[in-house]
């Protein structure tokens, strides 16, 4: 049995953000009254960085006890569970189809493989480190959005991209010198998630987001469990590790929600720039937990960011709707 979901409400030009979410085209926590799509966007990202921040302290902390896959698979199961919660609670598990599999399993593969190479790097180097190569991603995200998704390169998003890179240059220019295992690990992370960005705003316009997150968590969950063993150990999870395998459970669900919202709102060359804030957070987040070393670099990239996101924000909010 093939169960179709609710087709999208197709906008009429004065009603842009009028559109099926996870929980039903009235789950709006924000609001759309007033509001243009990149700015409703941006305050989808705004849960979408604090989740994500959650994610990584909560990585290290486990990943001294738990390797990556079976973090993953921890992770997966309990995004199982709400997933399917929530779906039956709100009647939208009739939206999940499997129509479009194959762009499914493309994309939760990617994934996959991006966060189990995240996981080991944020255990490994500096937490700022980590972000700052990973958001070499948005490069690949704006060179490859006109061939895969078909969305227009304009001057203001190639700008703002840019100006990130440039700010996030500033941020790990004391570990130019020198490349580690984790470094590299953090780098590989950014072209897989650069495919599964794009891949995910290519699944939003045929498909839910109930459908996105229950193929995600499905998915990812079945790749753990065929991974976990590769060294023939399994770490069970302690009592003492719940709320953090809770938390990394819950907080990367909310990541991967706040963040297909935000692309079923607005373009990827829109919504990854916003992304850049998450550098200058969790560098002071890996200053104030683990004593970090953090210097006036990091602000002067932090700011160089803000300035490129302020830029991309400000065009597209001007733009005629």
């Known amino acids: 049995m093939i169960l179709r979901p609710n087709p999208p409400v197709r906008s ?33 990202m705004m849960g979408s960085i604090g989740s994500f921040s959650a994610m990584a ?4 902390e486990l990943g001294t006890v738990y390797d990556t896959f079976e973090i993953m698979m921890y992770r997966s199961a ?5 997933v399917v919660s929530v779906a039956f609670a709100t009647g939208t598990w009739r939206q999940i189809n499997t129509r479009d ?10 994934h996959f493989i991006g966060q189990n190479l995240w996981f080991f790097a944020v255990t490994v180097i500096p937490l700022a480190q980590v972000f700052a190569l990973e958001f070499t991603s948005p490069l690949w995200v704006i060179a490859l959005s006109p061939l895969i998704l078909g969305e227009r390169l304009t001057k203001a998003r190639a700008a ?42 290519k699944l939003t316009r045929s498909q839910s987001i109930t459908s996105i997150l229950f193929y995600l968590t499905l998915m990812q969950l079945v790749f753990g469990l065929i991974m976990v063993t590769y060294d023939g150990e399994l ?8 709320p953090l395998l809770l938390l990394i459970g819950v907080a990367g669900l909310l990541a991967h929600f706040c963040l297909t919202n935000a692309l079923a709102i607005a373009p990827a060359t829109v919504v990854v720039p916003i992304d ?24 002067i990239g932090g700011a160089i960011i803000f300035a490129g996101n302020y830029i991309s924000l400000r065009v597209e909010s001007r733009k005629p709707k």
Request: aromatic share 12%.
């Open 57 to 60: 302290v909560a990585g290290r």
């Open 12 to 44: 009429n030009g004065n009603d842009a953000a009028k559109r099926v979410y996870a929980f039903g085209e009235d789950f709006l926590p924000f609001g759309n009254s007033g509001l243009s799509k990149t700015f409703t966007a941006a305050l989808w």
């Open 276 to 299: 850049f804030i998450r550098l200058p957070v969790i560098a002071i987040i890996g200053m104030l937990v683990y004593a970090e070393a953090l210097d006036i670099w990091v602000f």
């Open 101 to 110: 599999i194959g762009v499914h399993l493309g994309r939760n593969l990617a």
């Open 78 to 82: 309990v995004g199982v569970v709400v």
């Open 235 to 242: 770490t069970l999870p302690d009592l003492s590790h719940g």
């Open 160 to 201: 703002a991209a840019l100006l990130g890179f440039v700010g996030i240059l500033f941020v790990v220019r004391p570990a130019i010198a020198g490349i580690n295992p984790g470094m590299l690990a953090a780098a590989s992370s950014a072209v897989f998630f650069a495919l599964t960005i794009m891949l995910t705003k």
